[in-house]
């Protein structure tokens, strides 16, 4: 009985929580970059290279045979692969510039002075009377 609550206290730390929100959520904004590329970056960009598709280069190392297929090294796909995954470092790169640009305006805001506190609010009333007297 002892292995099962050690594990409940493991699991409910706060760090796994946040980790496994951080995983979920990391997933789920993996495939909005992921859609942001293809479905918005892409095209314009394929546009200007004129409409180059990296996936289809490849070379054919062995002809394909009544019993085997070809064997082909697919570069192309691999430089495809690659090509994404600069897309979105950058992307990823823009957006974390732009939060970190937003947490330095709120940091930014300078704090209020905090409030004496009573004991210093006393002295400094002493310290004035005795001012006066003189």
Same mark, same amino acid.
């Given at each position: 009985?002892?292995?099962? %609550? ?12 946040? =980790?496994? !929100? ?11 970059? %992921? ?6 970056? &892409? ?11 990296? %996936?289809?280069?490849?070379?054919? &190392? ?19 692969? !690659?090509?994404?995954?600069?897309? $979105?470092?950058?992307? $990823?790169? =823009?957006?974390?510039?732009? &939060?970190?640009? =937003? ?22 009333? $002493? ?8």
């Amino acid at each position: 009985m002892g292995m099962i %609550s050690e594990f409940k206290s493991f699991a409910m730390r706060g760090n796994v929580v946040d =980790m496994a !929100v951080g995983i979920i959520i990391g997933g789920a904004f993996g495939k909005i970059v %992921s859609s942001f590329v293809a479905d918005v970056i &892409m095209p314009p960009i394929g546009v200007l290279i004129g409409g180059v598709d990296f %996936s289809d280069l490849g070379i054919t &190392m062995k002809a394909a045979t009544a019993d085997a297929a070809a064997v082909t090294l697919n570069y192309g796909a691999f430089l495809q692969t !690659v090509f994404d995954f600069l897309i $979105i470092a950058f992307a $990823i790169f =823009m957006a974390i510039k732009g &939060m970190n640009r =937003m947490r330095k305006k709120e940091e930014a805001a300078p704090a209020a002075p905090p409030k004496p506190s009573n004991e210093e609010v006393l002295l400094t009333e $002493i310290r004035d009377l005795l001012k006066n007297r003189n």
